[in-house]
């Protein structure tokens, strides 16, 4: 079953604007990561945040991690034509102590950059 | 540095034919390895993921099935391939104690005709 699910499905913006990406889960997690999908190709870790920190950031990356609500936001600045692929989130309930890693993902968001 | 292999990138199989994937790792020992299949359009479903050699869980009921023969090598097979078999199918790991996130391989997109 599908952990995460993400808004919006789909986001086309013009290069240089900043893309949103909000993704919401259901169960407690260890953490959640964010991965990049080019059309046809395997997934490319982009961030994790656990689930004790708020936010984190990695060059144009910025994430957010909201447990009370179990969202999180990506958000991408200044975007380029480059950044145009699919965003998927994903939950791992890993713990030392009993669970395995095991990441959820959600449907992921096709974002398109108009050069 | 650690790197994943998956092959191969495409497949195209007739219904009722086997099938064999294969994945492996190199400069890291005892990974975790997982198997996940992506429908068009879809986000990614675990299938079988595996702690150790001969380790296998099994995430769905499914026509597949896994093994792994050694530390790092990861195998996707089944005996009779069915229509809903038909995927891009992804193969990863991670260390025991997750440090980051999973490496993901190229993939195999497999057609079942």
């Known amino acids: 079953s599908q952990q995460g699910e993400e808004d919006p499905q789909a986001l086309s913006i013009q290069e240089g604007e900043n893309a949103t990406m909000n993704c919401s889960y259901k169960t407690s997690i260890n953490n959640l990561q964010w991965y990049r999908q080019n059309s046809g190709r395997g997934l490319v870790h982009l961030i994790l945040?656990?689930?004790?920190?708020r936010e984190k950031h990695s060059g144009r990356l910025r994430v957010t991690l909201d447990t009370s609500k179990k969202s999180s936001s990506l958000l991408i600045t200044a975007s380029r034509a480059a950044d145009t692929a699919s965003y998927f989130c994903?939950?791992?309930?890993?713990?030392?102590?009993?669970?395995?890693?095991?990441?959820?993902f959600g449907k992921g968001i096709t974002l398109s950059v108009r050069p | 540095s650690q790197t994943i292999h998956q092959w191969p990138a495409t497949l195209v199989q007739p219904v009722g034919s086997p099938l064999s994937l294969e994945c492996t790792v190199e400069g890291t020992s005892n990974p975790n390895l997982y198997w996940y299949r992506q429908a068009a359009g879809r986000g990614l479903q675990l299938l079988f993921y595996?702690?150790?050699?001969?380790?296998i869980s099994s995430e769905v009921p499914q026509n597949l099935s896994a093994s792994r023969p050694q530390d790092r090598q990861f195998i996707l097979s089944s005996k009779k391939l069915l229509l809903s078999d038909s995927g891009f199918y992804l193969c990863?790991?991670?260390?025991?104690?997750?440090?980051?996130?999973?490496?993901f391989g190229s993939g195999t997109r497999l057609t079942v005709v």
């Open positions: 990863a790991w991670i260390p025991p104690v997750p440090a980051s996130g999973y490496t």
């Open positions: 945040i656990r689930s004790n920190e």
């Open positions: 595996s702690v150790g050699i001969g380790q």
């Open positions: 994903a939950t791992d309930r890993w713990t030392y102590t009993g669970a395995n890693s095991k990441l959820t």
